[in-house]
């Protein structure tokens, strides 16, 4: 049994990369995690407004932004039964803000998106960037997966980290 994906793209939101590439990016990361239980994964892709309620009522931050993660298991919790499937979380991404945003770091949308999936699903594994060393490694984490995933061009070193400090 492998993973499974249930892939949201609200009306009228373009996504930048194909739901088969989603998917493959999120099993590139699992495996290259090491997690070999079956996970399932929600994938939102919205438009701004629909972002900025969910950031409001996810973190008291009322505004945009390009990404929330929200975890529901973790792939090594023991209350798991062996084989059982882990309901890993949901990531909800705001392809709109993305690109906007990709201008200010040197990428494409569709890279950008990449990106921000990656680092969701980082986040669904545990990864976060709240202190700087933990920032450091899931930046350095980043880095190593976004040079094997197929992307526009290549993508430089992620420097703090685009939700640094909450944003």
């Known amino acids: 049994m492998g993973n499974s994906y249930d892939i949201m793209l609200e009306e009228g ?6 739901e088969d590439e989603i998917r493959e990016d999120c099993d590139f990361v699992l495996a290259s995690e090491g997690v070999e239980r ?6 939102s892709v919205v438009g701004d407004e629909r972002m900025r309620e969910l ?4 973190r008291d ?11 529901c298991e ?3 919790d023991a209350d798991l039964a062996p084989g059982e499937p882990c309901e890993l979380g949901d990531i909800v991404l705001a392809p709109a803000y993305i690109e906007r945003q990709a201008k200010g770091f040197g990428t494409t949308p569709a890279d950008e998106f990449r990106l921000l999936l990656v680092h969701g699903m980082l986040h669904l594994l545990g990864y976060d960037h709240l202190e700087d060393d933990e920032a450091e490694a899931m930046e350095a984490r980043e880095d190593e997966l976004l040079a094997d995933i197929r992307t526009d061009r290549a993508i430089d070193h992620v420097t703090l980290t685009r939700h640094r400090g909450g944003e």
């Open 74 to 76: 973790r792939p090594d």
């Open 61 to 71: 931050q009322d505004r945009v932004t390009d990404v929330l993660s929200l975890e």
């Open 13 to 18: 939101v373009a996504c930048p990369v194909g």
């Open 55 to 58: 950031n409001a009522e996810w």
């Open 38 to 43: 079956p996970c399932m994964v929600s994938v």
